[in-house]
């Protein structure tokens, strides 16, 4: 290595290999790009050397430009004297030596290099548009130059990583490699094949193939859902516009300009904030990161329901085999029906195939009783949320369970202490909570019991990974941490009703905001009777709890949502469009006059305030008493818990826009009006005073 910095120069016979090392995935980070065009000017003017080869150390060609880098003062090099531009203008040919991931700024360099190869484990992509902004450094330009511009929009508007199979089949790779090939030996060979080929092929020299010139029109049209609110998307459509237009050197104007735009805009913000707390949610502040964890290669699912249904395919879709059991043969067969059915559905829409079905189907097994899963490594309880029917389910497990196995609970809400202190293993045992579906839903809530050891909960949060989740943990207390910030949201928007609101208002403005559906649409979806019991098991265990009365009632009338064709709304046999219906208006006005509350109106802000500040006093107090680490663990499991708008960052980023301050005077003016159950969280008072932001918030030590 020449220098001190992470990228060195050395020569291998006539081929000079410069390889990128920055640990842990060479992202651009400071020194990279300098060091990379610091030693292609070295290798241009070696005589020894006649090609070069590019590659990166470690496990990653490179995976883009350094994110947090975004944002800062960061400097901005002009347009042919970046990186891309001296190796597109080297005059000895470079070869792009690909394996892990060449994303974002790394794709970039690879299509300003000459020639790329790539190992078939690779992935190739133009992430930008995931994290609010678009490729800077050419890609919007190149890409559509070397595979057309249909592919390369729908490349770049997705930002999916593209298989390195599939990128030689787009003609992103010129050359793909046995997996087992030594690629840097390989790239060497390559240069010496290519070394006297002249003139260089430089994508920038390309003319781009336009298949059909409505392609940006419908790609708008099919994001538009999709993208509201956002920016990021429009501007790769504008930019891969643009390519198709423009010479390359002012396409590449276009493209600096639009990332300028959006580089800081608040969406970029918010998703690279995102992009970190879900990184950040993975580490444990309390429990040491090489806390052993227990092998498992197989589990088990106790209860065959929607959910246990949905746990097990979580299984079998990341290829572990596991068994299920119910109490009866029947329920087992119903359960295993839903299963086959829900995979026939994947299939009948394209996102799986038959094979797929079949292997994924053959891994669930379901057998006759607990004696048939006493050898699994690891088992999920998923029966009906009842302590009373949980309770006897884990003495049982503890019973027949081999020493060893961990025994975890699928509870939304109930006390993971007293599940514990039914077994002789208390310390095996955790919550592991799945949201609904629970083969779909990315969120699993890894939940402590004051009982759980270190390595249990290890072993939990990484079972959750293994099976393509995002873990996160919470303490042990009512509704854990996802569904107890939430609760305080589900009371409100019952309440705003009494007031005067209608379902079809308040769910407008959060699909406005950015959720996919309203909260009163999701509730008929999900049914209505489930809000129900739990609405009377708190009433019964707390004289204080809020009741509601228009939710019982319209349960009460059997308007138990979609299933029963009516709930918050009506709903025609067949179809699942949400109708508003005047007899819940009629409903909501009766209950509203019995109860002597005045009808107004409200402004959308109103109610989406009035929604999400109740959650987040709930969620301070959730920090106070020290059941989630960070404010970024409550954002992660808002955004894969409940749909949140991801380019909103979470339920504390968006209030830091909003401003703790403000957040905390409405707070205390709703605690005036309303009484207790605005009372603002120590916490959020102690951060209005001292001007810190919700993200900066301290957790208290963090209490099972
Ligand atoms: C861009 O390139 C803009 C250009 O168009 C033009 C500019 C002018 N920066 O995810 P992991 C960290 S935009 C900074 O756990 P994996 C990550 O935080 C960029 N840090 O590993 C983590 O740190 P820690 C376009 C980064 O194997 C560690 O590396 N590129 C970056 O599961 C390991 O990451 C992207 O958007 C980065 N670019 O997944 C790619 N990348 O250990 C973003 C990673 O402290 N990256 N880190 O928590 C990824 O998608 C995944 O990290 C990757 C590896 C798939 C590469």
Redesign the pocket.
Known sequence: MSGATPVSLERQGDVGVITVNYP??N???PGVAEGIKDRLARANIDPAIKAIVLIGAGR?FI??????GFGTNRQRLPLGQRVYDTLDASSKPVIAAIHG?A????L?IALACHYRMALPSAKVG???V??G?L???G?TQRLPRLIGAKAALEMIVTGR?VPATEAKRLGIIDELLPETADLLESAIAFAMRIVDVRPLPRVRNRSVRLEDRGIFEAMRKSIARRARNQKAPYACIGAVEAACALPFDEGCQCEANL?KELEDSPEARALRYA??IE??VARLPDIPANTPVRDFSNAAVVGAGTMGGGIAMSFADFGLPVKIIDATPEALERGMQRIRDNYATSVRRGSLSEDQMQRRLARIEPVAGYEDIADCDLVIEAVFEEMDVKKPVFAKLDEVMKPGALLFSNTSALDIDQLAEMTRRPKDVAGTHFFSPANVMKLLEVVRSKHSSPETLATAMQMGRRIGKLSAMAGNTDGFVANRSRAPFNTEMVILLEEGCLPEQVDKVMVDFGYPMGPFAVGDLAGLDIGYASRKRRAAENPNFRKQPIADRLVEMGRHGQKTGAGWYRYEKGDRTPHPDPEVAAIIKEVATGLGIAQRTFTDEAVLRRLLFSSVNEACKILEEGKAYRPGDVDVMWLHGFGFPRYRGGLFFWADTIGVREVYNQIAAWHQQYGDRWAPSRLLRDLAESGTSFREARAAPFAA
Not at 63 to 68: F, N, P, Q, V
Not at 103 to 106: A, K, S, T, W
């Open positions: 842990p995935v992202a651009l980070g990653s995976a883009g430009a350094d994110i947090r991931y994303l974002g700024g790394g970039e133009l992430p930008e995931l994290i902004i490729p800077g450094g890609g990583h990332f992009f970190f990184r950040e």
